[in-house]
């Protein structure tokens, strides 16, 4: 079946698809974007997605591009018309196109692009039955990353560097040695009592909605969850690590930078975590 992507208002074939030149998102970054799983048919955790979206935008002072209801109906459209039963549907918005200058345009309308792809299910299942590599990097992203914007250039990078280094993650670390987040997901770790524990999501990192469903998740499974720091060595002497985004779901991590997590397989716990969680997660018929 052909690719079928949205564009400004027009259902196109995904290889025709394109945006003008001087779409600020091109030109300075100046846009935003959100990532949902599709999972047996269903937009997993859409309306918190969509309530993050929300802010995004009103924290770039970027209008919504259609009403909300209006943007479910092409988010459903789209995966609808490229038969995506498991897989992701992208969802990027930017201030839209205008001579290239640095002060917001007066009268520019945003723009909105819409895909969706498949991925096979199995293949993430296959990984987190033996779990993932991470590196630790010194913290090189600007300040706001709790807006989900499309100037991912260090994120990039720190991907590229872990996948050099034999990893599947890179994971930011502060000045003081704490973990931020990774350069797509979330960063967790299990205590040897069993205790839950991520980075508070006021600063300095952005607010996942897997990482927000998995408190749902662990509270159904009578699993304590605390947010606060942690640093590189606790990681490395805890119980489990694991990573989460809608991508991942909860994928276990077995080695930090080349120091095995525990006896360097996946915990009981994260794999509980990732087993329970379609059944919690909100769903909506795509």
Partial sequence: MPRTA????????????????????????????????????????MTRHLDRLGRSLGELRIDWPMHRSALTVVLRE????????????????????????????????????????????????????????????PESRWDRVDIKSVGLLPNVLAKQTAKEAGAQEAWFVDTEGYVKEGGSSNAWI???????????????????????????????????????????????????????SATTIAMPVVEIDGAPVANGHPGSVVLSLRQAFFDIAEKTQA
């Fill in 78 to 137: 789209v995966v609808r018309r490229n038969g995506v039963e498991n897989g992701l549907v992208y969802v990027q918005v930017t201030r839209g196109v205008a001579s290239r200058d640095f002060l917001f345009p007066a009268r520019t309308a945003p723009s909105l692009v819409v895909t969706a792809k498949k991925v096979d299910p199995g293949l993430a299942a296959k990984r987190a039955e033996s779990g993932i590599k991470v590196i630790t990097l």
């Fill in 190 to 244: 299990v205590t040897t009592d069993g205790r839950l524990v991520t980075r508070p999501a006021e600063h300095g990192i952005l607010r996942g909605i897997t990482r927000t469903t998995l408190f749902d998740v662990a509270a159904r499974l009578g699993l304590t969850i605390e947010e606060r720091g942690f640093s590189v060595a606790e990681a490395k002497s805890a119980r489990e690590a694991f990573i989460s």
């Fill in 6 to 45: 949205y564009v400004n208002g027009r259902y196109v074939a995904h290889r025709d698809a394109a945006v003008h030149i001087e779409d600020r998102g091109y030109q300075f970054a100046d846009g935003v974007y959100e990532v949902c799983e599709v999972a047996r048919g269903n937009l997993i955790d």
